[in-house]
């Protein structure tokens, strides 16, 4: 949890309130995962999501000379020790960590677990790499009744945000 959020809340006062608001049995908490350039203290839908009850797709890195090898294998170790509130382990699928995008010699956050579950589809960031395919690949194994589709977000994520990012609030009166 960032220092600079919820204040002067405490993780106990969020948890109460969490399940007491939503009806939640529990809370996952993860304490480890970053992404370089990520300007929002690394939200969750940029390193690990739920798909369904116990499918979570998860940023992964196997580059041990990438800045984030280290903070994203603690982040793995700790999905692989959540268990469900029944005690099964949750159903781990790997995205792989995005080919580095940078502007102005600055890495921008360019993952693919920032992706848009719609209806019948999902649209999954892209930024023109061949870790794309493997990507979609492996978001197709969380959703396989669903059409994955790829998004150009090279243009978003020089903004900062991606496809799940950009859906999250509408302006007042748009709707």
């Known amino acids: 949890m960032a220092p600079n959020r919820n204040q002067p809340l405490t993780k106990a006062d969020i948890e109460e309130f969490l399940k007491k608001t939503l009806g939640l049995k529990q809370i996952l908490w993860l304490h480890h995962g970053y992404l370089s350039g990520d300007d929002t203290d690394n939200h969750i839908d940029t390193l690990a999501r739920f798909c369904d009850k116990t499918t979570i797709a998860y940023v992964q890195c196997n580059d041990d000379t990438d800045e984030h090898y280290h903070e994203l294998k603690k982040m793995e170790e700790e ?19 995005a080919t580095p995008v940078f502007e102005d010699d600055y890495r921008l956050p360019a993952t693919y677990a920032n992706f848009l579950i719609m209806n019948t589809v999902v649209l999954i960031p892209t930024y023109n ?21 790829g998004i150009d977000c090279r243009t978003l994520i020089k903004q900062h945000g991606s496809l799940h990012c950009i859906t999250m609030q509408y302006p007042e009166g748009f709707l």
Do not use: V, W
């Open 79 to 97: 999905l692989l020790s959540f268990r469900t509130t029944d005690g099964e382990p949750y159903n781990l699928i790997a995205l792989p960590m």
């Open 129 to 149: 790499s061949e870790r794309d395919i493997l990507a979609k690949q492996q978001l197709q194994k969380a959703f396989p009744n669903k059409e994955i589709i």
